[in-house]
């Protein structure tokens, strides 16, 4: 076939249908759903007459390379919805009839596409390869089985979902494994178990973290310096409550277009004894978790008449925020229901949105470079010019916040890539989706317009004719949220953090217990230079103790016996460098606090 830009996606979505007709060659009975290409690969979805098990993959891989070796040609032919309800219900096939009476309940819709490769039949729009010998036998592979709901569904059937990767060649195919089996070595839930650094218990609840001492500790050393960068770059702090008001959340609009990941209203005009013991309560008082700081803040700069004058304002918040989420999309720090969103909120005149939309991209590039994220991709999004009545806000104000977005990503030499229609309802937006090292996107940093709560609250300044005027509002996050973002981290690092962001960033491993006094004395020496130290004197031989600080990950390991302390020095060992002899103390206090200072 000629060689076109979506020539993988076609690749991925032949390879499914090769899947199907090797599921169906097992077990004829199968009954299929759909069968679409994704990223990096495809996937099938079936009902079948057994439960699948891992070692069925390998057979239905061998089963598609014979299909693949038999050539058959993809032939597409049309046929009318009528026609083709006849044709998959003759075949037993429900999910395809399902869909194609979708389709006819578009006028539009008169015909359906079919596509025959041997025997198998399958309803699909393709396109497709000419023919099944065109994938490489090689270069794919089926890599996991899963649940599916037919239609994303809950209330109808489990289906079995077959997931698969496939590429061009068996050399990109190899790259990719080779990538996902790094991925799973650095994967963070793996890692933070191991590091002990954070834990999610059942018994507190699906999607609420725990913060281990060492997680704990790595969390108070990016908040420290959060706070120290926002004062810095002239933010003030404020905080507010985890619930607010149902008219607050009325007002705000969130009761309306963000039901779907709030949680249901908390009843506070009783106790749980009350409530238990079935009274009713003497006042309704309703609340509800918050999912947002926005309309906290909002409150805050309308507690009294601002001025021109004031503008900016700048108020930043680290606060936990409660957004509902379906259990199974729930995944260790980087899907959650309870996150520190590192939230805040600029106010300010149409006069000054450009320099505030310059500063904050600024202090992105400064947050996630200063963290070791050099490399990030920039998505402006905008509105869907067909339906323009579905966004907040009025004309001259979207024309004028696009345009100055993409204006100040051009002069900040941003490579962003547009995407229409993907505004929030309330505004444009930027979205920094930084690529870890293994070249994965993650969505962490956000910079937003909102003309929805500056209307819905009436928030206005006095401007210099001392008139009422409406100010601009902008949203932004560096972190996104504090338990993606150390999700990321630790995968970035495979837990090997920066000596500055270690939690622990030196042991001190004394040789026998003769030496823990003088472990001790040099524990002291480097918490007067605060430096983070941990005194191993456990009954273990010198051996064990190194080789668990390289498992923990523990930038220095300092080994201290007679001859160190005849020489008032420390035997140096630096994760990924190993010995590097013995050091005086003072002079490694000066190279430690160095790399702390510089962040590396």
Request: glycine residues 6%.
């Given at each position: ?288 978790l918050k999912p947002m700081n926005c309309p906290f803040h909002v409150l805050i700069y309308n507690s009294r008449v601002r001025s021109y004058r004031e503008l900016p304002v700048r108020w930043a918040e680290s606060a936990t925020v409660y957004r509902y989420e379906k259990s199974g999309e729930l995944s260790g720090l980087t899907r959650v229901r309870g996150f520190a969103q590192d939230d805040a909120h600029i106010v300010c005149p149409k006069s000054q949105v450009k320099e505030e ?146 939690p622990e960033q030196v042991w001190l491993l004394p040789i026998s217990d003769k030496h823990i006094d003088y472990a001790n004395k040099v524990a002291d020496q480097l918490r007067a230079a605060n430096i983070r130290v941990v005194v191993r004197n456990e009954s273990e031989t010198i051996g064990k103790k190194i080789r668990t600080g390289e498992t923990q990950k523990v930038p220095y390991l300092l080994v201290m016996g007679d001859k160190e302390i005849a020489a008032d020095s420390v ?30």
């Amino acid at each position: 076939m000629k060689k076109e830009q979506n020539d993988l996606d076609v690749l991925r979505h032949s390879t499914a249908h090769v899947l199907a007709a090797a599921v169906l060659e097992m077990f004829p009975e199968t009954k299929f759903a759909i069968g679409p290409n994704i990223e990096d690969g495809f996937y099938y979805d079936f009902e079948l007459p057994r439960t699948l098990i891992p070692e069925d993959l390998p057979l239905l891989e061998e089963k598609m390379r014979a299909i693949i070796k038999a050539n058959h040609p993809f032939e597409k032919s049309s046929v009318s919805t009528k026609k083709a309800i006849e044709l998959f219900d003759k075949a037993k096939q429900p999910y395809k009839v399902d869909l194609i009476k979708d389709l006819e309940k578009d006028e539009a819709a008169k015909e359906v596409s079919i596509y025959k490769s041997g025997p198998f039949v399958d309803l699909c729009r393709g396109p497709h390869l000419d023919s099944a010998g065109e994938i490489k036998a090689d270069a794919f592979k089926l890599t996991k089985i899963a649940g599916a709901y037919w239609r994303g569904d809950a209330k109808n059937k489990m289906l079995q979902r077959i997931y698969g990767v496939a590429f061009e060649n068996k050399k990109d195919l190899a790259a990719y494994l080779t990538k996902i089996e790094e991925a799973a070595k650095r994967d963070h839930r793996k890692i933070g178990k191991e590091m002990e650094l954070f834990i999610i218990d059942q018994t507190v609840g699906a999607g609420l973290v725990m913060w281990q001492p060492k997680g704990a500790l790595l969390w108070r050393i990016m908040e420290d310096f959060w706070h120290a960068e926002h004062l810095k770059n002239g933010y003030e702090l404020v905080r507010t409550p985890h619930i607010g008001s149902r008219q607050l959340w009325e007002t705000s609009g969130h009761w309306g277009f963000y039901a779907d990941s709030m949680y249901p209203v908390l009843e506070v005009g009783q106790s749980l004894n009350d409530a238990k013991a079935g009274k009713k309560a003497e006042s309704k008082e309703e609340y509800l978790l918050k999912p947002m700081n926005c309309p906290f803040h909002v409150l805050i700069y309308n507690s009294r008449v601002r001025s021109y004058r004031e503008l900016p304002v700048r108020w930043a918040e680290s606060a936990t925020v409660y957004r509902y989420e379906k259990s199974g999309e729930l995944s260790g720090l980087t899907r959650v229901r309870g996150f520190a969103q590192d939230d805040a909120h600029i106010v300010c005149p149409k006069s000054q949105v450009k320099e505030e939309l310059s500063r904050v991209v600024d202090f992105i590039k400064h947050m996630l470079g200063t963290f070791g994220f050099k490399d990030y991709a920039v998505y402006l999004s905008l509105r869907d010019p067909a339906n323009k009545e579905k966004y907040a806000g009025h004309e001259e104000g979207w024309k004028f916040t696009e345009e100055i977005l993409e204006e100040v990503a051009k002069e900040k030499k941003l490579d962003y890539k547009k995407e229409i229609g993907e505004a929030a309802f309330y505004g444009p937006k930027l979205d920094f989706k930084i690529k870890d090292c293994l070249g994965r996107e993650w969505q962490c940093s956000t910079l937003q317009f909102d003309f929805n709560l500056p209307e819905r609250f009436d928030m206005t300044f006095a401007n210099e004719k001392g008139e009422k005027e409406r100010p601009y509002m902008l949203h932004r996050a560096l972190f996104g949220s504090f338990e993606r973002f150390i999700g990321v981290l630790i995968e970035h690092y495979a837990g090997a953090f920066p000596v500055w962001l270690a939690p622990e960033q030196v042991w001190l491993l004394p040789i026998s217990d003769k030496h823990i006094d003088y472990a001790n004395k040099v524990a002291d020496q480097l918490r007067a230079a605060n430096i983070r130290v941990v005194v191993r004197n456990e009954s273990e031989t010198i051996g064990k103790k190194i080789r668990t600080g390289e498992t923990q990950k523990v930038p220095y390991l300092l080994v201290m016996g007679d001859k160190e302390i005849a020489a008032d020095s420390v035997a140096v060992r630096q994760r990924g460098q190993g010995d590097l002899g013995a050091i005086k103390i003072d002079e490694f206090i000066k190279k430690i606090t160095t790399e702390i200072k510089n962040k590396s």
